[in-house]
């Protein structure tokens, strides 16, 4: 029997044949869940992803007058100007955002973190979903899952909620075990896999999940691998008095981000991420991040390798924001205090800062240059 290689077809995604994703899969019984050969891909043709072109048809920034500095400044204060009063919430969001990574939110109800996410999706034009964590909740629900039309006799891949720009997972914790691990691949992989077929995100793709307190009834605490998938953590809290008093009035909010132009594209956001990998980040400073975490480390906080990483991006990210091209002492620290408590305790509330973390950072001597 001869093996079968991997096939790369099209999947259609509902009504619309515009609407479309390329998958890979090795079934040798997948036959009738692809389109017929006239409804194929252009191999030469490319595709786009929801909310603007591939990072690797960009143009030279240089070229088309594209700022990364100028168009993260303008998606910050955009983000400011519809979520009053949550500057420290904005920019650990846009921590993870130009880390390209994921952010994990813990705050009570009527905080704004729906806002949140789909003033981002709104500021880029891109897509967004959300996800409601409930206990009964398959997997399925979230990824998608082919269903048979017997008008067309073909099997059709009908998307879950993660095939968007920005999911926001509220309430995590409430999903079961099964459902929370489905997640995992999402967020890692930015791919699903269903009966054997992997189809891959758009991009670009930021998960904002919020999860509740580890002391309410009927949650399943994330454990430490689903919280390594977050860069950083923040809590959110009630707005100021001032902030509330000038939404209450009509400023901010929803009003605000149904008003407000986008300042960007998709594409413009990954061509911000990739400026922002390249963000110089000297030794000493490496070595200074390297020293507060084997502080911490000798503490017996288990902190992986992978959140070292997340502090280095979280870095040069909070380095971005700030419109710099390279990492200063204080870039580093913030990043520390938002990628390592909800690592580093595994489910303790995320509003007050266990002092370890602050001892830490101000232990180690920073370094001068």
Known sequence: MSN???????????SDPAEKFMVTTTDTHASSRFLPPAEQPNPEAG???????????????????????RFVGELRNRL????LGQDTVVDRVLMAVLSAGHVLVEGAPGTGKTLLARALASSVAAESARVQGTPDLLPSEITGSFMWYRNKEEW???????HTNVLLIDEMNRMSPRTQSALLEVMAERQV??????????APFVAIATQNPPSDHGVFPL?????????????????????????????GGFAALAALPPVGTGADLEAAIA??????????LLDYLFEVTEFLRRQGVQLSTRAIQSAVSASRATAMLNGRDHVIPDDTQAAIAAAYPHRAWGGTALASLDHHILQAISAVAVPRS
């Open 223 to 251: 454990i430490a691998p689903q919280l390594d998938r977050f860069v950083v953590a923040t809590p959110i809290n009630r707005m100021p008095p001032a902030a509330e008093r000038a939404l209450v009035a009509g400023h």
């Open 80 to 83: 400011r100007s519809v979520l």
């Open 47 to 69: 595709s786009e992803p929801l909310g603007g072109r591939s990072s690797e048809v960009f143009e030279d920034s240089a070229a088309t007058g594209f700022s990364a500095h």
């Open 4 to 14: 079968t290689p991997a096939l790369s077809c099209e999947v259609k995604l509902g």
């Open 193 to 202: 896999t269903v009966d054997g077929t992997t189809m891959s995100l758009p």
């Open 156 to 162: 059709i891949f009908q998307p879950g909620p993660v």
């Open 275 to 284: 400026e922002t990998a390249t963000v110089h980040i000297a030794d000493s």
